[in-house]
């Protein structure tokens, strides 16, 4: 359990990061001024920054600088993410020339979908270094580009039913199938075949990372299909790797088609919210995010960084949604600006952020609660 906190910490601090580098680097390119620059939330534990004489000076604890002529550099004591504190960000200061305030309209937006551009950098960068370690695919051969290596098909198991015959077998995900009463296979179609057979139990040869483990099962006939079963879920697969001016190509095609897969699937959901159908997809908490993290980080190395950038795709599509206290709310309130005019007050700003925010902190806390039932269930 501890890994698993440890690794869910890593990866959240990892996506938040990036994501207020962007408003950070876009907001220092364009010239306005960023007070600080933290790793964790406050209390600071550990700063360096510029003195008003150019030397660079370090301090330990949480000191009050007002020495600074540049960006203070933190290490802060609740290490989740990071924050960015740019000058004029609340709309003060605004008389200042290189405060967030007095910039133009489309600057403000720049810096405020900066946020959202990196986290979706950062899925490409996960997705493009996955391709290059190579991972396990169910491919057509035939149509893969020149330079990939692929390796020879094997069939891999995907899914085990709970309460099945392989389930109390003993068979496990991500177990690859080398024989079926001690004729070897490597398609898909070979098992089912083999499973179907007359025989009442039928044993079987896996290699589970590297081991082989020899197993026997009696499949059970399913009326639905018409066969024997035994409880699985498999594919033919190909170990893939791809050379790294490849990789990026692909990893940029697959980042775009997994972020339209998710925005699809937002408005999907919330399409069956609206007319009242039930949804057919989980909706997952931070409790139910981290274990699904722990359950990546156990398959593998692959898995966790894939899983990553989909978490990082998913929140640079939460984040640009118009609702206040999301960048996108702030996106709609210059959209709002450029309309009019002139800018919505400050006051009327910070209460529908403040409200927006609430509404994010009790849907968090009903999603969380849900994670504890499902848990417990």
Same mark, same amino acid.
């Given at each position: 359990?501890? +890994?698993?906190?440890?690794?869910?910490?890593?990866?959240?601090?990892?996506?938040?990061?990036?994501?207020?580098?962007?408003?950070?680097?876009?907001?220092?390119?364009?010239?306005?001024?960023?007070?600080?620059?933290?790793?964790?939330?406050?209390?600071?534990?550990?700063?360096?920054?510029?003195?008003?004489?150019?030397?660079?000076?370090?301090?330990?604890?949480?000191?009050?600088?007002?020495?600074?002529?540049?960006?203070?550099?933190?290490?802060?004591?609740?290490?989740?993410?990071?924050?960015?504190?740019?000058?004029?960000?609340?709309?003060?200061?605004?008389?200042?020339?290189?405060?967030?305030?007095?910039?133009?309209?489309?600057?403000?937006?720049?810096?405020?979908?900066?946020?959202?551009?990196?986290?979706?950098?950062?899925?490409?960068? *996960?997705?493009? +270094?996955?391709?290059?370690?190579?991972?396990?695919?169910?491919?057509?051969?035939?149509?893969?580009?020149?330079?990939?290596?692929?390796?020879?098909?094997?069939?891999? +198991?995907?899914?085990?039913?709970?309460?099945?015959?392989?389930?109390?077998?003993?068979?496990?995900?991500?177990?690859?199938?080398?024989?079926?009463?001690?004729?070897?296979?490597?398609?898909?179609?070979?098992?089912?075949?083999? +499973?179907?057979?007359?025989?009442?139990?039928?044993?079987?040869?896996?290699?589970?990372?590297?081991?082989?483990?020899?197993?026997?099962?009696?499949?059970?006939?399913?009326?639905? *299909?018409?066969?024997?079963?035994?409880?699985?879920?498999?594919?033919?697969?190909?170990?893939?790797?791809?050379?790294?001016?490849?990789?990026?190509?692909?990893?940029?095609?697959?980042?775009?088609?997994?972020?339209?897969?998710?925005?699809?699937?937002? /408005?999907?959901?919330?399409?069956?919210?609206?007319?009242?159908?039930?949804?057919?997809?989980?909706?997952?908490?931070?409790?139910?995010?981290?274990?699904?993290?722990?359950?990546?980080?156990?398959?593998?190395?692959?898995?966790?960084?894939?899983?990553?950038?989909?978490?990082?795709?998913?929140?640079?599509?939460?984040?640009?949604?118009?609702?206040?206290?999301?960048?996108?709310?702030?996106?709609?309130?210059?959209?709002?600006?450029?309309?009019?005019?002139?800018?919505?007050?400050?006051?009327?700003?910070?209460?529908?952020?403040?409200?927006?925010?609430? *509404?994010?902190?009790?849907?968090?806390?009903?999603?969380?609660?849900?994670?504890?039932?499902?848990? /417990?269930?």
């Amino acid at each position: 359990m501890f +890994i698993t906190i440890l690794i869910f910490v890593l990866v959240l601090s990892v996506l938040i990061f990036a994501h207020e580098a962007g408003h950070f680097f876009s907001a220092r390119r364009l010239g306005i001024k960023v007070d600080e620059f933290g790793i964790g939330f406050p209390p600071r534990v550990f700063s360096v920054y510029k003195n008003k004489e150019g030397r660079w000076r370090k301090i330990f604890g949480n000191k009050k600088i007002e020495d600074n002529s540049d960006v203070i550099y933190s290490i802060n004591a609740f290490p989740i993410g990071g924050f960015v504190k740019i000058k004029g960000e609340n709309g003060d200061e605004s008389g200042d020339k290189d405060s967030f305030a007095s910039q133009k309209i489309w600057k403000r937006a720049i810096v405020i979908s900066a946020g959202v551009i990196m986290n979706i950098v950062l899925a490409w960068i *996960l997705i493009s +270094i996955n391709l290059m370690i190579g991972s396990h695919q169910s491919i057509d051969q035939s149509n893969m580009p020149k330079g990939v290596k692929v390796s020879e098909p094997v069939v891999r +198991i995907f899914q085990v039913v709970s309460d099945s015959p392989a389930s109390n077998a003993g068979l496990m995900p991500m177990d690859v199938i080398m024989d079926i009463n001690g004729e070897m296979v490597n398609d898909e179609e070979k098992v089912k075949s083999a +499973i179907d057979s007359p025989s009442k139990e039928i044993t079987m040869t896996v290699d589970r990372e590297g081991e082989l483990i020899n197993l026997s099962l009696a499949p059970e006939f399913d009326e639905d *299909l018409g066969r024997n079963i035994v409880g699985i879920g498999m594919a033919n697969t190909s170990f893939v790797k791809y050379p790294w001016y490849l990789a990026l190509i692909e990893g940029f095609k697959n980042t775009f088609a997994f972020l339209w897969l998710i925005i699809y699937t937002l /408005f999907d959901m919330l399409r069956g919210l609206i007319i009242g159908q039930p949804m057919n997809v989980e909706v997952a908490g931070p409790i139910g995010i981290a274990v699904l993290t722990g359950d990546m980080a156990r398959m593998g190395i692959v898995y966790l960084i894939h899983f990553t950038a989909l978490l990082s795709l998913n929140l640079a599509i939460i984040n640009i949604l118009p609702f206040p206290a999301l960048d996108g709310g702030r996106l709609l309130f210059l959209l709002i600006e450029r309309i009019k005019g002139s800018p919505i007050k400050q006051s009327i700003e910070a209460l529908l952020n403040n409200f927006g925010f609430m *509404l994010l902190m009790l849907l968090v806390v009903f999603v969380t609660f849900k994670d504890i039932i499902g848990l /417990f269930n």
